[in-house]
């Protein structure tokens, strides 16, 4: 086979299995290479260059030149390297290019299985460079199917399916098959049986990249969410900013009569969502996490341990705390103040409330 007919072989397989013909020939390279290396006790002399624009190919070794040979694999005489390059002396380093003949039966030899362990290891890179763009991100998926005991869903991610936990679906999920869903991919890992990418619809990256698609501010970067804080299924709290006074962050955010947050709402089965306005005050920022609940004073106690007290009007103690705590306990996730003490107005007591 000829350097040419070669090199269209290679592009035909490129486009036959949809892998770039860049990595089918650099596979082929270190095929190659990892082939001849076995003829010199595996020493890195051997190497291999390719050019599909010029069908050329080269193989060569390279030694280096020596009055007396102490690593027969990589030293050569200067008599015999003047062979290759007439005017060496010692201490030069000469290629000795591989015959074409020879490079052929090698891969002729290895060929099938080299192709293979290519193609193979060339998707598997590819698949783990898809993962690795959609990292941190949202993406949707289909279900292909629901285990019946244990409620896991198995969905499918172009050709992988990847197993989205009962933990990770929101607790008013109740996911069939065909069913399309947005997941969230948390973490890619490249796995010795290919990569394999960690889903979830309870992280709090899932609302914020939902925010993202559905208020161009956030997307354009008009609008920043600073932090997220989230109890999947239930509540989410979401601080915002914009350098622009001209912009209301939370009113982009909410959209005209709801519409944006009523979007994401929709797309979280219900989850309730509350949008506050950051501001690098603490006393401001913690006053506004506490929302839907009126704030009448934050007093900083220690800034170092991050503990605060918080006043609020007797009628607004319930809402400030929330159901089982959730309000408080998602405020003090939003804003990292470990330690907030809820007082009423009148009232001498004391609810505390510390980051889990």
């Keep these: 086979m000829s350097n040419k007919e070669f090199f269209e072989a290679v592009k035909l397989l490129s486009v036959e299995k949809n892998v770039p013909i860049e990595i089918l020939l650099e596979g082929i390279q270190r095929a190659l290479v990892t ?53 060496a002396i010692a201490g030069d380093i000469v290629e000795i290019e591989l015959e074409t003949k020879e490079v052929s039966r090698i891969a002729a030899e290895k060929g099938k299985h080299i192709l293979r362990q290519v ?70 890992k490249d796995a010795a049986k290919g990569p394999r990418a960690t889903i979830s619809r309870t992280h709090p990256g899932l609302v914020r990249r939902l925010l993202e698609s559905e208020v161009p501010e956030i997307f354009d970067g008009t609008v920043e969410i600073k932090s997220v804080a989230r109890e999947a299924g239930s509540r989410s709290k979401v601080a915002v900013y914009s350098a622009d006074e001209n912009v209301d962050p939370v009113g982009a955010c909410i959209g005209q009569r709801g519409a944006r947050i009523n979007k994401i709402v929709d797309q979280l089965g219900g989850e309730k969502m509350d949008v506050v306005k950051y501001s690098d005050n603490p006393a401001e920022f913690i006053a506004a996490s506490l929302a839907p609940a009126d704030v009448i004073s934050v007093t900083i106690v220690n800034e170092e341990e991050h503990y605060c007290k918080v006043i609020v009007p007797n009628n607004q103690l319930s809402l400030a705390i929330g159901n089982k705590g959730q309000n408080a306990r998602l405020a003090a996730r939003l804003t990292g103040w470990k330690k907030i003490d809820i007082n009423p107005e009148t009232v001498e007591e004391t609810i505390n409330f510390d980051v889990e």
């Excluded at 598997?124 to 289909?142: C, G, P, R, S």
């Excluded at 098959?177 to 890619?188: C, R």
């Design 119 to 188: 193609i193979s290891e060339a998707s598997k890179n590819q698949l783990y460079a898809e993962f690795q763009n959609k990292n941190q991100d949202i993406i949707t998926v289909k279900v292909a199917r629901v285990d019946p005991v244990t409620q896991d869903a198995f969905v499918e991610i172009g050709k992988i399916t990847e197993r989205l936990a009962r933990t990770e679906q929101l607790p008013t999920d109740n996911l069939k098959e065909g069913d399309l869903v947005k997941v969230y991919i948390s973490d890619v």
């Design 35 to 87: 082939a001849i290396k076995r003829d010199y006790n595996n020493k890195d002399i051997v190497f291999c260059e390719m050019n599909p624009d010029k069908n050329t190919l080269r193989v060569f070794v390279r030694k280096n030149v020596v009055n007396e040979i102490v690593d027969p694999d990589e030293d050569l005489l200067v008599e015999q390297a003047k062979r290759f390059k007439p005017n």
